[in-house]
């Protein structure tokens, strides 16, 4: 892992501060990630924000934002969890739309279904009022050298 990402990983670890990692990727600060840990598990939110809103009659967040939301909650959840010895690189990214992002906080979970020398697996789940009732699920490939 390159020492500054090193360091920002342990800082984040040591003092639960997650944004100096975030602010690593300038898109993530752009659409308002943020990032909470509550015991073992770490959740991604994404508050509501009128510059993400993709359909402005019902309003809804724009699908793009919602994937890309996505793919960053499993990129900073392979940080957090890993020691990679650089930033993963996304191989392929899939995501099922299950309903309506509204305007309103978004969260979301990741988890690495399998990790391996070079590739990693995970699966992302987002939601905004119950997390049994997702509005979208994605399965990523991550490249991790």
């Not at 770490?42 to 993400?52: E, H, K, Q, T, Y």
């Not at 809103?53 to 900073?76: D, K, Q, R, Y």
């Not at 191989?91 to 309103?104: E, I, N, P």
Request: glycine share 6%; net charge negative; with cysteine.
């Amino acid at each position: 892992m390159s020492p500054v990402l090193n360091q920002l990983v342990s800082q984040a670890h040591a003092d639960g501060e997650y944004q100096p990692l975030i602010d690593l990727i300038p898109y993530a600060s752009i659409i308002g990630v943020e990032c909470q840990r509550y015991g073992e598990e770490i959740v991604f939110r994404l508050p509501a924000n009128p510059d993400n809103i993709g359909n402005p009659i019902l309003p809804a967040l724009h699908g793009g934002v919602i994937a890309s939301f996505m793919e960053l909650t499993a990129v900073f959840q392979l940080m957090l969890q890993l020691n990679t010895p650089v930033l993963p690189k996304i191989v392929d990214f899939s995501v099922d739309y299950m309903r309506a992002g509204l305007d309103k906080d978004t969260f979301a979970t990741c988890e690495v279904q399998r990790q391996g020398r070079r590739v990693s697996n995970c699966s992302v789940i987002a939601w905004q009022d119950r997390k049994r009732q997702p509005i979208a699920s994605a399965r990523a490939h991550f490249l991790m050298d």
